[in-house]
Structure formats: structure tokens, C-alpha cells
């Protein structure tokens, strides 16, 4: 079992950025695939960042060149920076591990992107 706690959501403006964090209860990182999952109003969540164990990184190309995701294993905690942001990245951004587990997801945070 594993809890997820992700902050750093809040309310920006279209082009500004915003860095977002997720939190685990134990260190997980070092043993199983990650991975940074938006849902966006009215849809599925769905992933857009990933980090395998050994560090290959993969984004969907709607985020791509956009956002980064990296972690500190140290800290349990990996990170989502977002840059250029825009009105349809709008949703609830969680961390789980690849493949989800649904009895991992945690709160998310609500990131708003609005002028």
C-alpha cells in the first residue's frame, strides 16, 4: 500500500507555470514505473508524464516541451514543472504508479489556468 500526496496546484494565468508535487509514503520510485495523470472536466484520467525506475522518461504530445517530470528519491516525493501553460491544461493533476492502482490515487491538486 501507498499514498500519493500531491500539492502545488493553484490558479495561473495562460503562459505562467506552476511546479507541482507528489509525495509518497514509502519509497516506491526505485521499484516501480510513475507517472503524473490529469483529468480533465467531463474526462478520463489519463497519464502525461512518466518515469520508469532507471529514469526513461515518456509525455504525451499534449504536454510535450512543456512540462518535465523529475524526482528526489531521497525525498519520496517526484515533481511535475509545467511551463507555457494553457487554458485546456485545466483539471486535477494526480501521481500513481504505471499502471494505476486504484487504491493508490490520492487527493490531487486542481490546477487552473484562466486570465
Known amino acids: 500500500q501507498v499514498q500519493f500526496v500531491e500539492s502545488g496546484g493553484g490558479l495561473v494565468q495562460p503562459g505562467g507555470s506552476l511546479r507541482l508535487s507528489c509525495t509518497a509514503s514509502?519509497?516506491?520510485?526505485?521499484?516501480?514505473?510513475m507517472g503524473w495523470y490529469r483529468q480533465l472536466p467531463g474526462k478520463e484520467r489519463a497519464w502525461v508524464a512518466k518515469?520508469?525506475?532507471?529514469?526513461?522518461?515518456q509525455y504525451s504530445d499534449s504536454v510535450k516541451g512543456r512540462f518535465t517530470i523529475f524526482r528526489d528519491n531521497t525525498e519520496n516525493t517526484a515533481y511535475l514543472q509545467m511551463h507555457n501553460l494553457k487554458p485546456e491544461d485545466t483539471a486535477v493533476y494526480y501521481c500513481?504508479?504505471?499502471?494505476?492502482?486504484?487504491?493508490?490515487w490520492g487527493q490531487g491538486t486542481q490546477v487552473t489556468v484562466a486570465s
Open positions: 500513481n504508479v504505471i499502471p494505476s492502482r486504484s487504491d493508490f
Open positions: 518515469m520508469t525506475p532507471a529514469g526513461a522518461i
Open positions: 514509502r519509497n516506491i520510485f526505485d521499484f516501480e514505473p
